[in-house]
């Protein structure tokens, strides 16, 4: 059984920031969680990938937040952050936390999700 809980979503300006964290909370850590990351969602748009990092400490982003956007993770607490700086109106969207394998740092795509947190909402004004 495994959850990932999401924390610090909110409504912020144009250029400011957003810290968002997700705990995995796991009976047992297998290579079902060795890579876990972000997700985000806009009304009428499909899910896409945002971050991904691996338990070994390699990242992967996507263009649109390369610059702006900072995965980290604290394997102690077995948790994700993902640092947002300089953001922008169409960063808003609904994040999701996400857990899977290997795969889904190499795919760097939805299908290879093993698990989801609930989702946090994420709101930028102009």
Do not use: H
């Amino acid at each position: 059984q495994v959850q990932l809980v999401e924390s610090g979503g909110g409504s912020v300006q144009s250029g400011g920031s957003l810290r968002l964290s997700c705990v995995c909370v796991a009976s047992v850590y297998t290579y079902n969680t060795n890579s876990m990351g972000w997700f985000r969602q806009a009304p009428g748009k499909e899910r896409e990938a945002v971050a991904v990092i691996q338990r070994t400490g390699t990242t992967r982003y996507a263009d649109s937040v390369k610059g702006r956007f900072t995965i980290s993770q604290d394997n102690s607490k077995n948790t994700v952050y993902l640092q947002m700086n300089s953001l922008k109106p169409e960063d808003t969207a609904m994040y999701f936390c996400a857990a899977g394998s290997t795969l889904l740092y190499t795919s760097f795509d939805v299908r290879w999700v093993n698990y989801w947190g609930q989702g946090t909402q994420v709101f930028v004004s102009p």
